[in-house]
């Protein structure tokens, strides 16, 4: 029995063959769908870490930088603290030195006053003589030994409480010297503090 033209094997064969082939370019179209896919994926990939090592980079920067700031931000409250020390034990010798010129000061602003006193002593004493005298109850060589005396005392007297005012006067100059420095000192510990302060907050 012979088969019509259309179904003959040559045109069985050449069917065949076609549907062969049609496979085939859809396994070569899947598979370079496939590479093509995954060719998208490795190059988004290759961004993304690409993008990742950047911002990485930019912490690893910012750390360093940072760490940098803390450290220079330690070693100024070192210095500050330091000084400041320096300054409170400086203040502390003053304050010490103050005190002892004016325990100084006060001793021998007593004891002038004592030489004051005794002079006032000695004015009235004359007082009393020059009034006996006036009146005839001491011989004149009487009066002119306790003149001599009393003109004695009071030189002695006089310079003695001279040169204790010139010593109290030199301690109140001091004391007012002192006092200057303790002004400026304050008010540079005024000054410094702010500023340190927003030192600290930066």
Same mark, same amino acid.
């Given at each position: 029995l012979d088969l019509p033209d259309f179904l003959s094997d040559n045109a069985v064969h050449s069917l065949s063959l076609h549907d062969d082939n049609d496979d085939e370019n859809d396994d070569n179209d899947d598979f370079i769908s496939g590479v093509l896919n995954g060719s998208q994926d490795v190059s988004n990939l290759a961004k993304e870490n690409a993008e990742l090592?950047?911002?990485?980079?930019?912490?690893?920067?910012?750390?360093?930088?940072?760490?940098?700031?803390?450290?220079? !931000? @330690?070693?100024?409250?070192k210095r500050i603290k330091k000084r400041e020390s320096e300054d409170t034990k400086a203040l502390e010798e003053m304050m010490q030195q103050v005190e002892a010129n004016l325990q100084s000061t006060t001793k021998?602003?007593?004891? $002038?006053? #004592?030489?004051?006193a005794k002079l006032k002593e000695d004015i009235q004493v004359l007082q009393q003589e020059n009034a006996a005298l006036r009146s005839g109850d001491l011989g004149i060589e009487s009066m002119k030994e306790k003149a001599k005396? $009393?003109?004695?005392? !009071?030189?002695?007297?006089?310079? #003695?409480?001279?040169?204790?005012?010139?010593?109290?006067?030199? =301690?109140?100059? @001091?004391?007012?010297?002192?006092?200057?420095? !303790?002004?400026?000192?304050?008010?540079?510990?005024?000054?410094? =503090?702010?500023?340190t302060c927003s030192e600290g907050g930066v």
């Open positions: 090592k950047k911002s990485l980079l930019k912490a690893e920067e910012k750390s360093h930088l940072d760490s940098q700031r803390l450290a220079e !931000l @330690q070693l100024e409250v021998r602003a007593v004891k $002038a006053e #004592g030489l004051v005396y $009393a003109s004695q005392q !009071l030189s002695t007297a006089a310079t #003695g409480a001279e040169q204790q005012l010139k010593q109290l006067l030199t =301690g109140v100059d @001091q004391l007012k010297m002192l006092s200057q420095i !303790l002004s400026t000192i304050d008010k540079f510990t005024e000054e410094q =503090g702010p500023s």
